[in-house]
């Protein structure tokens, strides 16, 4: 008999209505729905059939019947909710970037060791199946050794400091909203994590930062270059350079299709996997897999690596948000 598990949201914004869509095409549905607004809640509740709505956000933590919290509120919110999450020992995917920092990653880490729980980010790169094919593509050798990574992400954002985009009181800024997923294509294909970085960053009016360039390399020389930009469209374009040929992904964070171009002959293939329409679906199966006690870790390890990076790069920019403020580091 297959489990199954009632899933609980916390939020009602776009990511939260198209989980609630992929659960809907599938014939599931939230359990439960809590948010800051009880009118955005309960209308979200009714458009997706969902039976239970919370008066709190705390609601949600002391409800015995919620096996697995989705978390899908602004990245400044997410450690408190992770905190009381995973104390109540729910199993607990949370959008991403999954904290603002380090320090919070290594709490949220620590607290679900304690209670035994799934803790996840919600990164679809690391559940497209494209790239378990990959993974076994590169490992059959035909490549060669991983020489370097290129990584590109761009968005055109109307330039208003409120919104969430360039407001520093939701943690705004490139790195952290789309940067995230430029940094964990990059980090799945490299043998370790970087361990040197330089950046160049351009700060919106807000504080936030609104174009970024990134360099980095490994103990092993395998190097990484990533743009970000929020003010001009630019192809979500990410390319994996072997000595013996390269792999170019477009829309990488839900791609379905890769290209292997071979350098000693310019063949090509293409390789084919999955469907970018499935993408959420993906995450959910694989969680629910972790949950139930399958070989699935949902790649947590890769989420730190690259929160250390986005940690450490905010450093040398003194980019700080209100909730991380310390005494040598300026608030933005």
């Known amino acids: 008999m297959i489990k199954t598990y009632r899933w609980a949201v916390i939020g009602y914004g776009a990511i939260a209505n198209e989980m609630a869509q992929t659960l809907a ?35 949600v933590f002391a409800d015995d019947q919620v096996d697995i919290v989705y978390i899908a509120t602004p990245h400044n919110t997410h450690i408190q909710y992770l905190r009381e999450a995973l104390k109540a020992g729910k199993h607990v995917l949370c959008e991403k970037a999954v904290t603002l920092n380090t320090e919070e990653l290594k709490e949220a880490r620590q607290l679900a060791e304690k209670q035994d729980v799934v803790l996840a980010e919600a990164m679809t790169i690391y559940h497209m199946p494209l790239y378990k094919k990959l993974r076994e593509v590169i490992a059959d050798g035909k490549l060669g050794k991983l020489q370097l990574i290129q990584v590109s992400f761009g968005s055109y954002k109307e330039y ?3 919104n969430r985009f360039f407001n520093p009181a939701l943690a705004g800024g490139a790195l952290l909203d789309i940067g995230v997923y430029a940094l964990a294509f990059a980090r799945i294909f ?40 929020l003010h001009a469209k630019q192809p979500k374009r990410g390319v994996v350079i072997f000595e013996k040929g390269y792999v170019e992904i477009y829309d990488y964070p839900r791609a379905d299709q890769a290209v292997i171009i071979y350098t000693e002959d310019g063949r090509k293939e293409i390789v084919a996997c999955g469907r970018k329409e499935e993408a959420l679906l993906y995450e959910v199966e694989d969680m629910e897999q972790a949950v139930l006690g399958g070989k699935n870790e949902m790649n947590l390890s890769d989420t730190s690596d690259v929160m250390d990076i986005m940690t450490e790069i905010r450093r040398h920019w003194r980019i700080v948000y209100s909730e991380e403020t310390t005494e040598t580091e300026c608030e933005i």
């Open 25 to 59: 095409e599938h014939g599931r549905m939230f359990y439960g729905v809590a948010g800051r607004n009880q009118e955005r809640t309960a209308a979200f509740a009714e458009k997706y059939q969902i039976q239970k709505i919370y008066g709190k956000i705390e609601e």
């Open 190 to 229: 490299l043998s370790q994590a970087p361990d040197q970085i330089l950046s160049k960053v351009r700060t919106a009016p807000s504080g936030v930062d609104e174009q970024v360039g990134i360099l980095m390399a490994n103990p092993v020389n395998e190097m990484v270059t990533v743009t970000l930009t």
């Open 160 to 162: 208003d400091m409120s």
